[in-house]
């Protein structure tokens, strides 16, 4: 069973930034992060493999940043030019070699003046 531990939500104005971590129990290959806003599906925001490929959703491009530390398992988020609707629940994601899916319990993010 994989364990994935979220950090670094929280409350922001608009044009803020917040940086999320989430340290997983093992390294895979693919490591990311979705989001889900009230009364919407869970939506992908970024992932990354471990070699340090990225894709990134339309909606964060040019703001938002992903990368990890493989030597600690851990992913980051680096989220600038924050809008209120980046408000949502982030889940942090990863993927088994067997097509799993992983997820943390997620971390509020809410930008709100």
């Known amino acids: 069973q994989v364990q994935l531990v979220e950090s670094g939500g929280g409350s922001v104005q608009p044009g803020g930034s917040l940086r999320l971590s989430c340290a997983a129990s093992?390294?895979?290959?693919?490591m990311g992060w979705y989001r889900q806003a009230p009364g919407k599906e869970r939506e992908l925001v970024a992932t990354?493999?471990?070699?340090?490929?990225?894709n990134y959703a339309d909606f964060v491009k040019g703001r938002f940043t992903i990368s990890r530390d493989n030597a600690k398992n851990t992913v980051y988020l680096q989220m600038n030019s924050l809008k209120p609707e980046d408000t949502a629940l982030y889940y942090c994601?990863?993927?088994?070699?067997?097509?799993?899916?992983?997820w943390g319990q997620g971390t509020q993010v809410t930008v709100s003046s």
């Open positions: 994601y990863t993927r088994s070699a067997y097509s799993i899916d992983y």
């Open positions: 093992v390294g895979l290959n693919t």
């Open positions: 990354i493999t471990r070699g340090g490929n990225t």
